[in-house]
């Protein structure tokens, strides 16, 4: 089982790689990568106080694969986006890979996502605002891109302490 000492960081080369197809015979593995990414992302819920998501490549398992932890678990296999609005928005965003660095980027508003669950059945999600912000995010991450590249200019970085007690 990985530990958040497991989680990449800022500066790893493999966080800018872009991440192979997960194919149906890896089903049985990607249980095993989705505890592993559940497991992670509670122990950063943990001592930092954020996370909603979490991309396999975070920890150094270089797939098209996303774990969500919502209002229930949410796993989302080779994603696919499609009419991203042009209505963009801006806000803070933030990384498990670098907790205490705050970076403003500009998202697109709404999205549908197409992606395969947990059994290899095609899903379609249309979303928006909070919910489309963290899919662009997670996403990027398996095309090799973080927030700091997507930086709104040189003054949109900002420095978050972690939380007392941890």
Known sequence: MKKLNDLLQLGDPRLYEVCEPVYEHELPQVKEWVADLHNVMEEIRAKYQFGR???????????????????????????????????????WDD???????????????????KYLDENWQPQTWQVEDAISELLQHEYD???????TMRAIDNQSFKWRPTPSGN
């Open 95 to 113: 990384c498990m890979s670098f907790p205490n660095l705050l970076v403003k980027v500009k998202r697109h508003k709404a999205l549908t996502i």
């Open 141 to 147: 991450h398996l095309n090799g891109i973080l927030c």
């Open 53 to 91: 998501g979490i991309a396999a490549p975070q920890l150094g398992v270089m797939k098209r694969l996303i774990y969500l932890n919502l209002d229930r678990p949410i796993t989302i296999i080779n994603p696919v986006f499609e009419n991203l609005s042009d209505e963009m928005f801006e806000l």
